[in-house]
Every structure is written in structure tokens, then in C-alpha cells.
């Protein structure tokens, strides 16, 4: 049974009206409404089989479902060269904000030197969702123990008029306002980040329950 198979088998009509109104770039007939959950178990009943190892090659998906059951695949790969070129070889296919945003390879967590320079090249990139998903792993890898206040100048830098890629650096220091306040406070001081996206980070660090009452304030004044 084909991954297209497993997942029309639980598609969704009502499920997919609801779905399509949060991908608005995606055509409702790409879309077979089928959830998170659903999707995470088809990837995990057929890990590290040859259907697995088939469809990571069918190259490009035709429907939202299955790309994002291609990247839970991805984030399950545990040896992390191959892990690495399974990314590098889906992030120019990915369309959209969930698909980029659901999975978070776990062989990342224990290779931060050797992750750290694709996540400033994949920063870098022009793809917007190539772009988006190198913040999201700086914001999910390195804004604990392994941060550096360099690591905001590379978000910090992100030019670009695109919504997806302003929403993420604004994320990006909405986060870090909550875990590395000191650092990342003045480039909001200093009004870094273009108009909208300044004011996006504010108030997501002000609906965040992380960022202290105090700062939380001291946040307003800069809006």
C-alpha cells in the first residue's frame, strides 16, 4: 500500500475545509484533510522499510499530506549524514509553513557542531521555506546552553518582504526574548528588525508566558 493509499483511506472533508484556511497558498484539492496524529503513525508504522526508503525518493509530492509525512520521516532518521541529505534534498520541494514547521530532526540535538554551519547556509537561502526552516532550527537548537549573541545577527540580518519569513524572525526573537533577554532586548532597543516585523516580535514575547511581567513592560515602551 502506497503512503497516498494509507492516507486517503482517512481523509477528511471537513477536516481538510478547516486545514485549507490555515495554508491559504495550498489548493484545497491538494489537501486530503487527514491529521498530525494520523500522519505521525503512518510515518512510524513504516519507518525503516523499503516503502519508506521509495517514497523519500518520489520527488515532488502531489499532496500537502504527503510532504509532511515525508519530513516526519526525515525527523526519524537517526544516523545524521544521511538525516542531513534527506533535509537538503526535500527543503526546495516544501510549499508551505506546516510542512516546514512539524518536524525537527532528532539526530540535530546531539550534532550541534556539525548542524550549526547548514543552519547559517540554509538561513541564508532565497527559498523562503529553506530560509524559514534554518531560523527555526537556530531558535529550537541554539537558544540554550550552545547560544551565542552572534546567532541573532544572523536572523537579525534576514532580508525579505515575504510573510512566512518575517513571521519567523519575528518568532525567532519572540523566543529569544524569553530565553536570552539581555542579548536579544537590544535589537529591539536599537529597532533592528524592520517596522512590522519590531512590532510582531513585541507582541508575541508579550503573549508569551516565558517573558517576566517586568520585561514584558519595559517591551511596551519600544512598540
Known amino acids: 500500500m502506497s ?3 494509507r ?3 482517512l481523509r477528511n472533508e471537513k477536516y481538510r475545509d478547516f486545514q485549507s484556511k ?3 497558498n495550498i489548493s484545497k484539492d491538494l ?3 487527514v491529521k498530525t496524529p494520523e500522519m505521525r503513525k503512518i510515518a512510524k508504522d513504516i519507518k525503516d522499510t523499503q516503502e519508506a526508503e521509495d517514497f523519500l525518493k518520489e520527488l515532488p509530492h502531489k499532496y500537502y499530506e504527503e510532504n509532511l509525512v515525508h519530513f516526519f520521516l526525515i525527523a526519524m532518521i537517526k544516523d545524521f549524514d544521511k538525516c542531513v541529505e534527506a533535509v537538503e534534498t526535500f527543503l526546495p520541494y516544501v510549499d508551505c509553513w506546516p510542512v516546514c514547521d512539524q518536524a525537527s530532526p532528532n539526530v540535530f540535538k546531539k550534532n550541534h557542531a556539525k548542524i550549526l554551519p547548514l543552519i547559517k547556509k540554509w538561513i541564508d537561502s532565497d527559498h523562503v521555506y529553506t530560509s524559514r526552516f534554518g531560523m527555526r532550527m537556530l531558535m529550537n537548537e541554539f537558544l540554550g546552553d550552545d547560544f551565542k ?3 541573532l545577527e544572523w536572523v537579525a540580518s534576514v532580508k ?3 510573510y512566512y519569513v518575517k513571521m519567523m524572525v519575528a518568532w525567532y526573537f519572540a523566543t529569544a526574548l524569553a530565553k536570552q533577554y539581555d542579548e536579544s532586548v537590544v535589537y529591539i532597543e536599537k ?3 524592520d517596522p512590522w516585523t519590531h512590532k510582531k516580535a513585541i507582541q508575541k514575547a508579550i503573549e508569551s508566558f516565558r517573558v517576566s511581567d517586568e520585561h514584558k513592560e519595559f517591551l511596551k515602551t519600544l512598540r
Do not use: A, M, T
Request: hydrophobic fraction near 35%; glycine fraction near 10%.
Open 31 to 33: 489537501i486530503l484533510g
Open 160 to 162: 525579505g518582504e515575504d
Open 3 to 5: 503512503v497516498y493509499e
Open 149 to 151: 549573541p552572534e546567532y
Open 22 to 24: 490555515l495554508v491559504p
Open 191 to 193: 529597532r533592528r528588525l
Open 7 to 9: 492516507l486517503s483511506k
